[in-house]
């Protein structure tokens, strides 16, 4: 299984980004996808998932009302759209599918609930 990200590049701060995730290789059912950033120096943050059953979304308190995820259960390909971007954005972000269910309100925000990652798309905002 591969998960290929893509649509990261250099933005103004203001400006917007929409990064894409596909999955391609052996057949598989997630629960969720979610997206992950790491910036230069830092450990590796979530972002935000959604939850398929029931389209539950949720996302790192930064981010909230800036960044919408969405996404495709049947193809198992998730998007973050992104508007209002910071300089403290910058980033690369990773994307990851989760196969176990989590039914708590926040749960995949843990890296460890994912089973598959991306390899990452560099996001970077200037002031």
């Known amino acids: 299984v591969q998960l290929q990200a893509s649509g990261g590049g250099w933005v103004q701060g203001g400006g917007s980004l929409r990064l894409s995730c596909a999955a391609s290789?052996?057949?598989?059912?997630?629960?969720?996808m979610g997206w992950f950033r790491q910036a230069p120096g830092k450990e590796r943050e979530f972002v935000a998932y959604?939850?398929?059953?029931?389209?539950?979304?949720y996302y790192e308190d930064s981010v909230k009302d800036r960044f919408t995820i969405s996404g495709d259960s049947a193809k198992n390909t998730v998007y973050l759209q992104m508007n209002s971007l910071k300089p403290e954005d910058t980033a690369v972000y990773y994307c990851?599918?989760?196969?176990?269910?989590?039914?708590?309100?926040?749960?995949?925000?843990?890296?460890?609930?994912?089973?598959?990652w991306g390899q990452g798309t560099q996001v970077t905002v200037s002031s």
């Open positions: 990851a599918a989760a196969l176990r269910y989590c039914v708590e309100y926040g749960c995949y925000s843990g890296s460890y609930k994912y089973d598959y």
């Open positions: 290789g052996r057949t598989f059912t997630s629960r969720a």
């Open positions: 959604i939850r398929w059953s029931g389209g539950i979304t």
